[in-house]
């Protein structure tokens, strides 16, 4: 199983901006399908964004219809990272994130937990009104 330490969060106004980054273990990062699953309290875990490899030097991203426009994917190979950045942020926001991994070869858009076997412990994220 791939090892996953979540950093950044914390409190930011709405409006504001604010990054979370996730460590991963394995020599085989480049081909992992990282993803953000989010869960606000007193609800159910819900897909944020993924990055994942599709073949040779090709990646996609996929994000939820409620982050769209306002958060970006990105990883960086060589310290087996992945970021989201958050923009314009809201109040609904708040939550509980949550880095995944798979090391299986997602070709199409992936937004269920059960593809992703490895999972971080959470920071959290407050937006305030």
């Known amino acids: 199983q791939v090892q996953l330490v979540e950093s950044g969060g914390g409190l930011v106004q709405a409006g504001g901006s604010l990054s979370v980054s996730c460590a991963a273990s394995?020599?085989?990062?480049?081909?992992?399908?990282m993803a953000w699953f989010r869960q606000a309290p007193g609800k159910e875990r819900e897909f944020v964004a993924a990055?994942?490899?599709?073949?040779?030097?090709?990646?996609?991203?996929d994000y939820a219809d409620s982050v769209k426009g306002r958060f970006t994917i990105s990883r960086d190979n060589a310290k087996n990272t992945v970021l989201l950045q958050m923009d314009n942020m809201k109040p609904e926001d708040t939550a509980v994130y949550h880095c995944?991994?798979?090391?299986?070869?997602?070709?199409?858009?992936?937004?269920?937990?059960?593809?992703?076997?490895?999972w971080g412990h959470g920071t959290k994220v407050t937006v305030s009104s």
């Open positions: 995944a991994a798979s090391t299986a070869r997602a070709r199409e858009r992936v937004t269920c937990e059960g593809h992703f076997p490895s």
């Open positions: 394995g020599s085989s990062f480049k081909n992992y399908a």
């Open positions: 990055h994942r490899w599709i073949g040779s030097n090709v990646y996609s991203t």
